[in-house]
């Protein structure tokens, strides 16, 4: 089983998710549609900016808990390396 460890965006600017989920389409799609309420909901951040896969749940815990230490400057960094123009991925992992 996979686990992805992903970094949502309301714009490239705004405010910035960490999050961890062994199914990220539905996880995304869940932000998207605002079914829990909370942070994501309440800044409207639904674009996928950025993730990493992991084999093993362990490895992706550590990782998200390790970029949410990190300070906002350092996650820019990370999602400008792959994403420089801060484009919403989510469609292209839907296929």
């Known amino acids: 089983m996979a686990y992805y460890v992903y970094i949502l965006a309301s714009r490239r600017d705004g405010a910035i998710y960490?999050?961890?989920?062994?199914?990220?389409?539905?996880?995304?799609?869940?932000?998207?549609?605002?079914?829990v309420p909370g942070f994501?909901?309440?800044?409207?951040?639904?674009?996928?900016?950025?993730?990493?896969?992991?084999d093993d749940p362990i490895s992706a815990i550590s990782r998200e808990r390790e970029l949410k230490r990190w300070k906002r400057?350092?996650?820019?960094?990370?999602?400008?390396?792959?994403?420089?123009?801060?484009n919403d991925v989510y469609e292209s992992i839907c296929s």
């Open 18 to 35: 960490v999050g961890i989920t062994n199914d990220l389409v539905r996880r995304v799609y869940e932000h998207r549609i605002k079914a």
């Open 40 to 54: 994501t909901a309440k800044y409207n951040i639904t674009q996928l900016v950025w993730f990493e896969v992991y």
């Open 73 to 86: 400057a350092w996650k820019i960094q990370l999602i400008e390396k792959d994403n420089p123009n801060w």
